[in-house]
């Protein structure tokens, strides 16, 4: 059965060779995809292929690939593999991308995602040629179905000079109604309030718009999404989803949180994924996840009603997670709905709600600044993704990471970040499997004492002590923050040399 | 006449000293006062002396001090010098404070304003047991007119287990009407909208309220705020002022920003107000402020009609700005408003506002990340204050200083600076006398690029050219912002050795 509806879309269904044709040597392409999902299976390959033949003439052919964030191989790593990447933004997690990103081939440029829509309909990045965007189906007025994601789509869709659309018939054509498309952002002066008071608040609609003059092409596949089922949580990562779910506890001992907690937003990883099924087993339940990706552990939540409902931008489900999906529809209909990323991850919806934020890092410093994005301060690993959004407008932000790395090599609690993605002023919250520290209403040093005694590795405890200490000693009247700015980056410089820090 | 109306607010009429009494060892004493304006006159000396005495008798006596944000030597200066504050937040720009913060003396806890007032109702710093707020008078049924600034008053009265009340007869009486005080701030998961979508929209009220069974002491004084004109502006802040001037005019041609801009967001010091000099010069009208500080300089703009409006949480003006207001108070009427500073800096209001946001900054490093916060480092100088709620949440963004210090021994452009207060993913455009660098849509590299050719000073571009080149060298595989890690911060630790970078 047809899932092109409207006569004019029809009318435009061609090849992927034949849409990629339309793709010119510089263009901005806007490609829709966030965390392997969503993203278009077959443009992106046939560009690649053209882009790789041009080469072979002895022509340059670039794009600049604009996403909702990460998206797969047949995506980012075709084109990557073609070098046909010339600027990336707002999220790479791609591993041949991320090795010409770091070569110094491609310019990568990494954004806060609640920043790339805005800051695209403003002109900051250019103008955009061509929007490449999968969609469940297009219905008869032309209206679209989105995919397993939302992302930038809506942005990409508007703002683009041309639309390539790709129809997926392996995407469960049961998305109908899982979606909520905001259609009343605007431009300063003239910006409203999002009214949304609830994360399960509908503000928009369940379609995404275009207009069929811009769509150029009209491509039919059929191939599944990227994402693959994570490990099971490893000691480690429950150790760090036990001290977290304890805190959370105390928490509303305390009186600091309601017993149903406030809304959950939960990075993508293995830790992530223990927090999760930590919480799966745990006596919380009734709670809500105002998060960016629903991944297969938020399924065995909503299953037990730990969960009541999840507000995201993404379906970051594996096979099986899309067959239980598939077999339980009806018990997630009204429970999970997707969002533009500009809203799953808006300041103000963020603040607003109070979100829990709940984020893996690279490292530490024991002052309580976290580098998300650097190893070794100078290599991309992903990038800053959704953490910022969600961490500077969290009610309560927590940084998980196991404290070494590398089978101990690595210290994640180190005298200084060696990059700053998230501020001393931003962090709440540290945690690794050694214990929690709870930064909040601390100064500098206190933050120090704390994190070196709760979450560093016995390893390397007590070089860090003595390092605040030598700090605070050679210069008496510089002991905020009390640093040795000869040493505080050896740590990393002697890995770099040695193997070792 | 007598400015305390309310009959059970008279009958707490008491003497400072009286006051004082009421405040004991290892309170919490939440004073108002924001820039130099507002902040309680008597009280905090009559505290001063008893902390004195009591240190005299070998008593410990400090208490935990929080404001709005800096206020003056009869507040935090008079309590650093008796050495009773041991916690302070969140902002101070006292010197004597200061050089007992980086003493190790103080523990400092240095917040994001517009988080202060939310994150103490959160429970995150303890408890509040007192405070201690300067009104301009109190009406017969207790409301309270609030006076040169709001800061954090209404949380401070509203959560404090007893307040005292300064009625500062110093303060202009008119100020009645001035002010616009937001009741509607709610603890997740009850929270609404902001419902502001003009800066000089009102959604408060004229008045702070307070429990007057909680009031336990009235004390009437009569002093000035602190606050003093600046110096008209030098060489470097005219020429940054142009730079910035030039730039905004470009954006409009480009059709990046409407004729009469969006609203600004101005830092308080010598270089803003070079800015805002420039703009009572230019071609600009009509055009209005969503800030923090009221100073002088935005009467002038007020008067000329290229400020139609300002909105902000204090009046920092000096003894001849406060003449000039008064002598023209009814054409600042409706021109003017100052709000809680949880609303003058809140995220959902500067995205959607649509701030441009101009602030200074102690350094920048070639890659864009900015420090606003730390000397060399280690040792503090003010804060955060609000640069980080604006600058995240801007439409558009600047930092802006001179690219040298010290008569030139210091280069305010670095290979990476030695304190991140906003990160790479958050500074669109920085200024220095040599120029300004545009660094949106840009990968770190060519930020560094730019950076490095249009601010830095000539006396330091080849050397931080170099940097670049041998960073780029020395790792190939490592080059997406490539660092030596072992020479990034050597510029500030050469400084130190040797008094030049």
Do not use: C
């Given at each position: 059965m047809t899932r092109v509806s409207c006569p004019l879309l029809r009318s435009r269904l061609s090849t992927a060779e034949e849409a990629a044709a339309l793709i010119k040597p510089g263009d901005n392409v806007g490609m829709s995809g966030f965390t392997g999902a969503g993203y278009p299976k077959a443009v992106p390959t046939a560009l690649a292929r053209r882009i790789t033949e041009a080469h072979e003439r002895g022509e340059d052919f670039r794009v600049g690939l604009w996403t909702g964030a990460s998206t797969a191989p047949e995506a980012d790593g075709v084109l990557a593999e073609a070098h046909g990447i010339g600027t990336r933004l707002p999220y790479n997690s791609d591993p041949t991308l991320r090795a010409l990103i770091n070569a110094g081939e491609v310019d990568y440029v990494d954004t806060h995602l609640s920043h790339s829509a805005p800051q695209m309909w403003f002109g900051f990045y250019g103008r955009l040629n061509v929007a490449v965007v999968e969609v469940t189906a297009a219905l008869p007025d032309g209206l679209l179905v989105p995919s397993s994601s939302i992302g930038n789509n809506k942005t990409w869709l508007d703002q683009a000079d041309a639309v390539i659309?790709?129809?997926?018939?392996?995407?469960?054509?049961?998305?109908?109604?899982?979606?909520?498309?905001?259609?009343?952002?605007?431009?300063?002066?003239?910006?409203?309030?999002?009214?949304?008071?609830?994360?399960?608040?509908?503000?928009?609609?369940?379609?995404?718009?275009?207009?069929?003059?811009?769509?150029?092409?009209?491509?039919?596949?059929?191939?599944?999404?990227?994402?693959?089922?994570?490990?099971?949580?490893?000691?480690?990562?429950?150790?760090?989803?036990?001290?977290?779910?304890?805190?959370?506890?105390?928490?509303?001992?305390?009186?600091?949180?309601?017993?149903?907690?406030?809304?959950?937003?939960?990075?993508?990883?293995?830790?992530?994924?223990?927090?999760?099924?930590?919480?799966?087993?745990?006596?919380?339940?009734?709670?809500?996840?105002?998060?960016?990706?629903?991944?297969?552990?938020?399924?065995?939540?909503?299953?037990?009603?730990?969960?009541?409902?999840?507000?995201?931008?993404?379906?970051?489900?594996?096979?099986?997670?899309?067959?239980?999906?598939?077999?339980?529809?009806?018990?997630?209909?009204?429970?999970?709905?997707?969002?533009?990323?500009?809203?799953?991850?808006?300041?103000?919806?963020?603040?607003?709600?109070?979100?829990?934020?709940?984020?893996?890092?690279?490292?530490?410093?024991?002052?309580?600044?976290?580098?998300?994005?650097?190893?070794?301060?100078?290599?991309?690993?992903?990038?800053?993704?959704?953490?910022?959004?969600?961490?500077?407008?969290?009610?309560?932000?927590?940084?998980?990471?196991?404290?070494?790395?590398?089978?101990?090599?690595?210290?994640?609690?180190?005298?200084?970040?060696?990059?700053?993605?998230?501020?001393?002023?931003?962090v709440h919250v540290i945690v690794t499997e050694q214990g929690l520290a709870d930064l909040r209403g601390l100064s500098p040093t206190d933050r120090a004492d704390r994190i070196i005694a709760n979450c560093a590795h016995p390893d390397f405890r007590d070089r860090l002590t003595d390092y605040v200490a030598r700090a605070k000693a050679s210069r008496p009247t510089a002991r905020h923050t009390p640093h040795l700015l000869d040493e505080a980056l050896s740590w990393h410089q002697r890995y770099l040399d040695t193997g070792h820090m």
């Open positions: 659309l790709e129809v997926n018939h392996w995407q469960p054509r049961e998305f109908e109604g899982f979606h909520d498309v905001y259609y009343g952002t605007a431009l300063p002066p003239h910006r409203r309030p999002l009214n949304l008071v609830d994360p399960m608040e509908r503000i928009g609609e369940p379609y995404l718009r275009v207009d069929p003059q811009k769509v150029v092409a009209v491509v039919e596949t059929n191939a599944p999404d990227r994402n693959s089922p994570f490990d099971p949580p490893g000691e480690a990562s429950r150790a760090i989803a036990a001290h977290l779910l304890d805190f959370l506890r105390h928490e509303v001992v305390a009186g600091r949180m309601p017993p149903q907690l406030l809304p959950l937003q939960s990075g993508v990883g293995n830790v992530a994924n223990a927090v999760l099924a930590g919480l799966d087993g745990s006596e919380f339940s009734g709670l809500v996840a105002y998060t960016e990706v629903l991944q297969d552990a938020m399924l065995d939540l909503l299953d037990s009603g730990t969960l009541r409902a999840a507000s995201a931008t993404s379906f970051g489900l594996s096979d099986t997670g899309v067959q239980r999906f598939m077999e339980n529809i009806d018990a997630y209909k009204g429970r999970i709905l997707l969002r533009s990323e500009e809203i799953s991850n808006h300041p103000e919806l963020v603040r607003r709600l109070g979100v829990i934020a709940m984020n893996g890092m690279i490292e530490a410093d024991i002052y309580g600044n976290v580098n998300s994005t650097h190893v070794m301060g100078s290599a991309i690993m992903n990038g800053i993704g959704g953490s910022g959004d969600f961490t500077r407008n969290a009610y309560l932000n927590f940084f998980l990471s196991p404290s070494t790395a590398k089978d101990g090599a690595i210290s994640t609690i180190v005298p200084m970040v060696s990059h700053v993605d998230h501020t001393e002023h931003d």
